[in-house]
């Protein structure tokens, strides 16, 4: 994607007003800022010193506070809450969404979690101990309980009285899908609040809702949730437990939010870095190093085999000294057209367009893309060698390894991202230097004993 | 992300019955079908063999069969609406909603689609061609002109009616969010369905709605529009032309799409591959082939510098053979450091975590992880020669190329995506391939230059 208009500068200007404010009216801050976005008033309160921030928030009725709170950046928002009060963070906590108090309260220290958990009322507290214990990365740690359901008896008239209780109370989320319950809990059905609101009336909640309800468990992975919402065109996704009780509902703001950080993921795993979990200017400079260091050191050690082979070949090297001139095309020819393929396929099984079902076809496919690729850069290969002033031979030994070391890592590129899904990994593991690494070796034994037999 | 569940071959298991019916009691397809969510019925459909597609359409109600058309995938659909008649093709997609009309218009042959369009009625046919002036990856390319506005002097009565007759006529998007407009169609507020539900009796819509509205022009990127949905939370994001008019709006569900999509691409580019357009088993093995070949070829002109560089070094190279046995090790390390940088710089650019102005931050920051990232595979490296039986001074040679070479690369690697997006082009482009084909020559003629120096 290309880069973003630039929002924070402009709530950077606003910076001096609300530290004159602070400094001189508190009480006005909150009316000053009323009509700003809660996203823009984080954007600003991310920009104020760090000293300020917790008097900002102070200075905000605890309802804006909360608001503010949820768009905050995570390191920052942990920060201010181990600032604040027990007391005060767990007043603003409580005014939270469940899901998102949830998610604050997972990112701070245990001991400080659990004094601001202890300030909470009852019902908020026991539900967002529950919330606790589902992983963050599941169903069950995205899913919101603030959601509207109502018995599957119910009225259209009653149905759409909850809908409205539960804006009036000012809640926030999950009420543009509505859920149609049986006397125990179970889910029959779902109706949009667009439905409700076109129903005859006099109508029950029955006759308007879909009974082939799309749900997941709690355990679910967030990326399946993803593919649900994105199939479905779904405002909200429920969540049942292993008897059909609604738990909750992830709501499609959240599955935005996980897409793309799935997505960040994946690219970077792609790349050979092990995810950040953190923006690139906030994760420390050490922690990206050793997310780097380790897939470096693992291919620096793959890639020294490609020594070990090169010195097998010595006595062919010293007899053909133009040889060597060519590896590097060789091996990065392999590393490119492999690459190409477990890209390919990485994200075809990503997005579903590929299943493991499918594994025969695509190396089919990918075999012959290898040898339509290999044909072409052997030929080139040929040429350039030619033109070179290089005897013949050597010229059909460049042109010969590039169209095998093509197929070959078209196949490997393809191959890997199919095994590590079938054993359970992340597909995305198989990024391009992993693949080159893996194909350099076998360029190498490919060039070299083709030159051993052709040359001798 | 990791593979789906499959839903696909559910629906096949349907497919048996759905043939019986066609050739049975087509007037029962419908009722049989009624419970099954478009989507899946869509699935449905994608699995039968094709000469029964269109007869399964003509025996559902049109509004049904609409709704499966907008499921459908994108070039099932098209043969589809080649197959029927153009009025019957018209009546179907009169019925879908204006901007996925427009864009299964799009897929078709020119003449076809004209014949179709002129076949829809007056104002729906003129809708349709404003939206299909607009470029399909642009926010009013993903446009929906059906929307819910209503004058800023409403009361909150007016608009709930408002928004029920449009939820009676069976328009399905974009009410969730409601439009405030000045006499001269000016947006002028917005609020949610939820606020308007919460609304004191009696209230005006002036009263409850938002001024501070977030929206985009109708040329703004897809990504543009993706970005402030996700910031903002939003279940759509208005269009407003230069006068600030209400045009129409981006609806959540094609915010996801348009997500996944740039992501797909950006996956590919980062893979060096052209992006395919369709899904990997649709796209044609010859158009996958090129839009793999254009990049494999640059990089194979690209790489045969370092056969040109190696051969300026014949001298030394045949002094010393044993230098040879590292090169694919040095210049694999340079390429795969880059590849992370380039890869962590492109994401951070997408996502917003890095802009322009950061770039000297960015360079530095990269050229110091060059420095401790190198430093630490330069003296595995120098340990590895030195253990091979090589000279102290081959080792030091190929210890000191490494820590360079790796410096070279990551600062190489983050400098490409900021130099392409200053450039107004898509960062992606620096992939892992790219960068590694870019810095291969950089490492050859710092390892040779070094030997050269230090071995004579």
């Known amino acids: 994607m290309a880069s973003p208009k630039e929002e924070r500068p402009v709530a950077a200007l606003l910076v001096p007003d609300i530290i004159a404010l602070l400094d001189e009216s508190p009480g006005d801050v909150a009316a000053e ?172 909640v029955t006759d308007i809702a879909w009974h082939d309800v799309v749900s997941v468990p709690p355990t679910a992975d967030r990326e399946e949730v993803a593919r649900l919402t994105s199939k479905y065109d779904l405002v909200a996704v429920p969540v049942l437990d292993g008897s059909g009780r609604l738990l909750g509902a992830v709501t499609v703001d959240d599955v935005i939010d996980a897409i793309v950080e799935e997505q960040t993921e994946d690219v970077q795993r792609l790349g050979a870095v092990e995810p950040l979990e953190a923006p690139y200017f906030q994760a420390s400079f050490w922690s990206i190093a050793r997310k780097r260091a380790g897939w470096l050191v693992l291919l620096f050690f793959a890639e020294l085999l490609t020594a070990t082979a090169m010195a097998r070949y010595e006595a062919t090297l010293a007899g053909a000294l133009a040889l060597v001139f060519f590896v590097p095309l060789i091996i990065s020819s392999g590393g490119n057209s492999g690459s190409q393929s477990a890209t390919l396929i990485t994200r075809a099984l990503a997005v579903g367009d590929v299943e493991l079902r499918h594994a025969w076809r695509v190396l089919t496919r990918e075999g012959l893309q290898g040898l339509a690729l290999g044909a072409f850069l052997g030929a080139f290969g040929f040429i350039r060698v030619t033109l070179g002033g290089e005897p013949t031979s050597l010229a059909l030994v460049v042109g010969v390894t590039l169209l095998a070391v093509v197929i070959t890592s078209t196949l490997v590129g393809a191959t890997l991202p199919l095994v590590f899904t079938r054993f359970g990994f992340d597909p995305a593991i198989a990024s391009s230097p992993f693949v080159a690494s893996f194909v350099d070796v076998a360029g190498i034994l490919i060039y070299f004993s083709l030159a051993a037999w052709f040359l001798t």
């Open 33 to 204: 800022t009323e009509e700003l976005h809660p996203a823009n008033l984080a954007d600003v309160a991310e920009a104020l010193p760090r000293d300020r921030l917790a008097e900002l928030m102070r200075a905000l009725p605890a309802d804006r506070a909360a608001d503010v709170l949820e768009y905050l950046d995570e390191e920052l928002r942990s920060e201010l809450l181990e600032a604040l009060s027990p007391r005060h963070a767990a007043e603003l906590m409580s005014r939270m969404t469940p899901d998102d108090r949830a998610d604050a309260l997972e990112d701070l220290e245990e001991d400080r979690a659990d004094e601001i958990l202890s300030e909470i009322g009852g019902e908020a507290r026991g539900e967002t101990e529950r919330l606790l214990a589902y992983e963050p990365d599941t169903a069950g740690g995205l899913m919101t309980t603030e959601i509207v359901a109502v018995p599957e008896a119910s009225s259209v008239e009653v149905a759409l009285e909850n809908v409205r209780a539960a804006a009036r109370a000012g809640r926030k989320e999950a009420m543009y899908a509505i859920y149609a319950l049986d006397a125990t809990g179970v889910l029959r059905g779902v109706f949009s609040l667009r439905e409700l609101l076109a129903a005859p009336p006099g109508s029950r």
